[in-house]
């Protein structure tokens, strides 16, 4: 069973920042597709942003100009790097991995295109 290895996430107050951490089963794929996902209660994930191998990203209209998506590399995890945090980001955020191929259009918006998920991390932003 492939999995994917979270870290990273807490608690923090509006305008501050985090960074998720994502490890992916060595050695990597030569194509994927990477994303991050959200989550609230009663509501399905939410594509935030995703990037192929290449580092062609992509980000949702909410996540655009705070976050930043990056691949993993030889030694490193991919990250999603978090500021200007505001409440409505609060969930339970996953990463995911595509290994049909590069990201589309589609991957923001289609959680099923993903064949291997992380555990989860909490993300909680207060006022």
């Known amino acids: 069973q492939v999995r994917l290895e979270q870290s990273g996430g807490g608690a923090v107050k509006a305008g501050g920042r985090l960074r998720l951490a994502c490890e992916p089963p060595?050695?990597?794929?030569?194509?994927?597709?990477m994303g991050w996902f959200r989550q609230v209660p009663g509501k399905e994930r939410e594509g935030v942003a995703c990037?192929?191998?290449?580092?062609?990203?992509r980000y949702a209209d909410t996540a655009r100009g705070r976050f930043l998506i990056s691949e993993p590399f030889t030694d490193m995890p991919g990250y999603l790097g978090m500021s200007k945090l505001r409440p409505d980001d609060t969930g339970m955020y996953y990463c995911?991995?595509?290994?049909?191929?590069?990201?589309?259009?589609?991957?923001?918006?289609?959680?099923?295109?993903?064949?291997?998920w992380g555990q989860g991390t909490q993300v909680s932003v207060s006022a």
């Open positions: 995911a991995l595509d290994l049909s191929g590069n990201c589309r259009d589609e991957s923001l918006k289609d959680s099923g295109l993903y064949q291997y």
């Open positions: 990037i192929s191998k290449d580092g062609y990203a």
């Open positions: 060595r050695p990597t794929a030569s194509r994927y597709c």
